[in-house]
């Protein structure tokens, strides 16, 4: 299929825009704040080691840095691929009818409505999704198929209570109750004009800064090369000690990406089929200490911005005792007015830069 013409792509690269997002955790909202602090030092290659919904990696590319996204989660690195690494290829009208076609060559399979029902979907949205996802494997352009995995993830996260999947309850979608959170007619949407909207979302993010920016799907411990600048964003442990559990959150997705392997990566006691579990440092209070070490002597060459929440597990403090064991100059930099998601606490987001 053809790559948009130069006029579109003119297009894009004037005005691009960044497309919603319903993940927790997202920087989009303070994107601005994070280069207002990082603007003057001196850095062309940038690393987003976590990069999540690839937020801040695209604000580097569209400041014309050369950007590389990293993430240890397939699902997170298709992201980074359509929005970071991308910089021509969208999706045609032709693509979508394709996405949202069922072909009579094809055979489809019926693991999500087999393996799912009752729990997140409807039956006829199991196998609607089951139709897309083997609609978008069966694409051979690597931008075109990333661009409309981002898309599904965005679909089935709107049509979900709180956004995640950290539980069964499709039955709060039909319930007859008095709700103070989600909104029903989003849910009841049918899931093709959420693909629509958020296709056209992703491609109008789509644009060249001229560099050579990439998306990468690894541990950040197994990273090879250097950087200039390295931004850092861990899942974020509380003080009681209980860690962020994205996969835990957002295994569903993680299961699309993975769909040849999924049925033995779900771990079936489980009411909601999530993946089994894999242990991770960022998540551990009792091996985090050493991980942010161990994480700051690799990258001790690089100047270091580390995105942070006042209240958790290493405190500010005790962060920036690590951080100053590799940086002679550490600053400190807070935003008072961020409001968390689900948070009811004053809390600061802040800002440790090493150089």
């Known amino acids: 299929m053809a790559l948009p013409s130069k006029k579109q792509l003119i297009l894009f690269e004037e005005d691009p825009e960044f497309p919603s997002t319903r993940f927790q955790g997202s920087k989009l909202k303070i994107v601005d704040w994070i280069w207002e602090a990082i603007k003057d030092l001196k850095f062309q290659t940038a690393l987003d080691a976590f990069g999540g919904t690839g937020s801040v990696a695209y604000m580097l590319k569209e400041k014309g840095k ?29 693509d979508i009818d394709f996405l949202l076609t069922k072909h009579k060559e094809t055979t489809y399979p019926t693991f999500v409505p087999d393996t799912f029902k009752d729990i997140y979907y409807t039956d006829d949205e199991n196998n609607w999704i089951d139709m897309v996802v083997t609609n978008i494997r ?50 009841d949407t049918p899931f093709d004009v959420h693909y ?19 998306a990468l799907n690894l541990d950040v411990f197994d990273l090879q090369e250097n950087f200039d600048l390295i931004y850092i964003d861990t899942p974020y442990i509380s003080k009681k000690g209980v860690g962020v559990d994205y996969l835990g959150f957002y295994h569903f997705l993680e299961g699309l990406v993975n769909y040849e392997n999924w049925p033995t ?29 161990k994480l700051f002597e690799k990258f001790q060459d690089s100047i270091l911005v580390i995105s942070y929440r ?46």
Not at 196 to 214: D, T
Not at 310 to 320: K, N, Q, Y
Request: aromatic residues 14%.
């Open 66 to 94: 050369q950007a590389t996204y990293n993430d240890i989660l397939k699902f997170n690195y298709y992201i980074g691929v359509a929005l970071i690494e991308n910089d021509n290829v969208i999706i045609s009208n032709e």
């Open 138 to 187: 069966s694409m051979d352009d690597k931008y075109k198929q990333a661009l409309a995995y981002f898309a599904l993830f965005q679909s089935c996260i709107i049509k979900r209570p709180f956004n995640l999947f950290h539980r069964k309850n499709l039955y709060l979608r039909f319930a007859e109750v008095k709700r103070d959170f989600g909104n029903k007619t989003t849910w």
């Open 196 to 214: 629509r909207k958020f296709v056209e979302e992703a491609n109008n993010a789509v644009f060249s800064n001229r560099q050579k920016n990439r």
């Open 265 to 293: 990566m779900i771990d079936y006691k489980t009411k909601n089929r999530k993946l089994k579990s894999k242990s991770s440092v960022w998540i551990d209070k009792n091996k985090i200490y050493s991980a942010f070490d």
């Open 310 to 355: 006042s209240d958790g597990i290493p405190s500010i403090d005790e962060l920036a005792d690590i951080l100053r064991r590799y940086k002679r100059s550490i600053h400190e930099i807070k935003r008072k007015d961020y409001k968390y998601v689900l948070s009811t606490n004053e809390i600061e987001e802040v800002l440790l830069i090493g150089e």
